[in-house]
């Protein structure tokens, strides 16, 4: 008897559970709607934006990191194969590349990496500037994650498609709802590869970091235009001159770089680390009373760097008295 | 004896003082170095010796894990010194949870079943197929 009765209830069971799928089907397709466009975004933009000048290459098992790097490498001008690239950013035990290791290998190669802020405009300015966009996208579910990169290279706003150099396939068109979801789940991560001229069109909020990183591994003299070109689009911020001028000195060009580190002040007066630099220029080239001025303003400045700031006057007080 | 010690004492005094000098020479040297913009960069200043420290300890242990990894000993050097102090860290910490793009999926036939469906529902972009 109880036997007869067990299939029936599973079977019970089983078509409860089917409205259950339907509506957490239906919960999830809500997130899958194209993603909103504010009017005044949408009128900025072009109609429509293909960028035909970026070369495709085809990935080889795993290897979507490294192909989808020479890809935006050679839109930017750099000769590199992929054979070149695999062994520099493919982790053989991982069986794939990783988010820090695809910005260091771009910066290895002479360009500067910018991280693009997780919105859908940022993606859309920086195709509509010219420049294709790097995107880490989870293809699947979180709970059995599909880890893929893949070059944006164009958009269609009134088809609501986004064109993207993917895996096997060149010029994939990809509605705006299904990329959205993609890459929501890899937390909209992105970045475009620019010679160091070259700024991105989105946003210049992570620029200082990654002039400043790409210089630690380039040198001053491959900074240095992207630091001009920075304070070109930035007068007046504060951070860039100083960087700026840390780039002039390391290329010789002490006078510029004084030049730099006094509009830096002008720009911040509560830079501590301006008015240090500038103190220093001052005493080697002996201007000892700008070089007591610069110290004693950055020595008034609570922070990091006061205690430092004092120092650096007295050392001066001594060498002045001698 | 008393004469070889009253030959050795100077020498020693001026061995040791002369040994000592560029460590008295060091902050003076420091103090006449710009401050660098990554420097500047990083709000914590006043630790920046010991950041210094952990960052090159995080770099030491990312070229082990690259190894691990099955990284050519030969390209271990200049992967590390590509990465910035950040990213040294953020790998050194958290390798193993890193999202490694890749694009192959485990074949699990009920994953294959649920995928289907939110693919053909606009969800996910597993299958072209399903286009």
Known sequence: MTGAFRPSRRKNARIAGVPVLVACLFLLAGCASAPHLAPATRQALPERVQLDDVPFHGQRDYQCGPASLAMALQAAGRD?????????????????????????????HGLVAYRLPGRFTALLTELAAGHPVVVLQNLALPAWPLWHYA???????????????????????????RFDATWA??????????????????????????????????GSRAALPAWRALT?????????????????????????????????????????????NLGQLARQAGDLADARRAFSRAAAIPGPWQDRARDAREALDTEIDA | MKR????????????LVLGSLPAMATPGTALSDLIATTAALDAQGAQRDRAK???ILAREDVRQQLLLQGVSPRQVEDRVAALSDAEAREMAERLDQLPAGASVVGALFAVFVILLVTDILGLTDVYPFTR
């Open chain 1, 80 to 108: 590199v194969s992929v054979d070149t690239l695999i062994p520099q950013v493919f982790l053989p035990g991982r069986e794939g590349s990783v988010q820090p290791e695809m910005l260091a290998t771009v910066r290895r």
């Open chain 1, 151 to 177: 070059v944006a290279i164009g958009y269609d706003l009134s088809g609501e498609t986004l064109t993207l150099h993917t895996g096997m396939t060149p010029e994939r068109e990809v509605a705006f709802g």
């Open chain 1, 185 to 218: 789940r890899g937390d909209r991560w992105a970045f475009v590869a620019l010679p160091p001229g070259e700024l991105p069109a989105a946003t210049l909020a992570g620029a200082l970091r990654a002039i400043a990183d790409f210089e630690a591994v380039q």
């Open chain 1, 232 to 276: 070109d689009r930035q007068p007046e911020w504060a951070m860039a001159l100083f960087g700026l001028g840390n780039a002039r000195h390391a290329t010789g060009d002490i006078a510029g770089a004084r030049v730099a580190f006094r509009r830096a002040t002008e720009a911040d007066p509560e830079l501590a680390p301006a008015w240090l």
């Open chain 2, 4 to 15: 070889l010690r009253r030959l050795l004492t100077p020498l020693l005094i001026a061995a």
């Open chain 2, 53 to 55: 420290i952990r960052d």
